[in-house]
């Protein structure tokens, strides 16, 4: 299994330009997430899925839309581009929300927005 | 979920023990307590969790006080390779009394000198 993955490992965007993260999990997990983690801070939880189909908000949701039409990906994207976005991106996954305990987290994507 | 507190940071030598406190005097009788941490420049990873009785496992100790206000995260014999922020999170093993939201604090900063 490749695990949780995420592509691009970094990216630089302008200010107002828009993109997706993508998210991936090839371990048939119900349940994904998306975090930010700032410079010397903890983790914020941006949105998160329970199963397809299925996408709440977390922590600090705003910017950001993200869908769930299948299992396996969960794409992030920036609907226009802040400095204040600026952040390394995880995404995780669980094998289900009542194991949500157990998430494992993707290597991250380094975003810096100009 | 209720809210846990733990240093900011801690320093321990290299092939000693490490003791790794966490305080959650609002911990309700069907909270969790969870571990997790997280590599330089990696995303988190979980550790250990439990209820009530002290957990072992391959990575690591959890003892938890007789009144469940607060834990300890036992490493038995530090290496480099564990500095890490380590996180101490709560989570209701009810699902009738939570969100499906995980919420990382600040955690503690392990230093691991030679």
């Known amino acids: 299994n490749a695990g949780v993955t995420q592509t691009p490992k970094f990216q630089v965007l302008k200010t107002g330009q828009s993109m997706t993260l993508q998210c991936a999990q090839d371990?048939?997990?119900?349940?994904m997430s998306w975090y930010r983690q700032d410079p010397g801070m903890g983790l914020r939880l941006i949105h998160y899925?329970?199963?397809?189909?299925?996408?709440d908000q977390g922590e600090v949701p705003n910017g950001y839309n993200v869908s769930r039409s299948t299992t396996e990906d969960f794409p992030l994207r920036l609907l226009s581009a802040a400095p204040s976005q600026t952040s390394v991106y995880f995404c995780?996954?669980?094998?289900?929300?009542?194991?949500?305990?157990?998430?494992?987290f993707g290597p991250g994507t380094r975003l810096t927005v100009t | 979920d209720a809210k846990t507190t733990q240093p900011n940071s801690m320093e321990s030598n290299e092939e000693e023990p490490v003791h790794l406190p966490c305080n959650h005097s609002?911990?309700?009788?069907?909270?969790?307590i969870h571990w997790y941490r997280q590599l330089p420049s990696q995303g988190p990873e979980y550790v250990i969790h439990?209820?009530?009785s002290n957990v072992n496992n391959r990575m690591a100790s959890l003892a938890i006080a007789e009144d469940r206000k607060s834990s300890t995260l036992i490493l038995h014999r530090a290496t480099l390779r564990d500095a890490a922020v380590y996180y101490c999170?709560?989570?209701?093993?009810?699902?009738?009394?939570?969100?499906?939201?995980?919420?990382f604090g600040k955690g503690t900063r392990l230093h691991i000198l030679p």
């Open positions: 995780a996954s669980s094998y289900s929300r009542t194991r949500v305990y157990e998430q494992y």
């Open positions: 371990m048939n997990h119900e349940y």
């Open positions: 899925s329970v199963g397809a189909g299925i996408t």
């Open positions: 609002t911990i309700s009788g069907t909270d969790y």
């Open positions: 439990g209820l009530t």
């Open positions: 999170i709560l989570r209701d093993r009810l699902p009738m009394n939570r969100d499906d939201k995980i919420i």
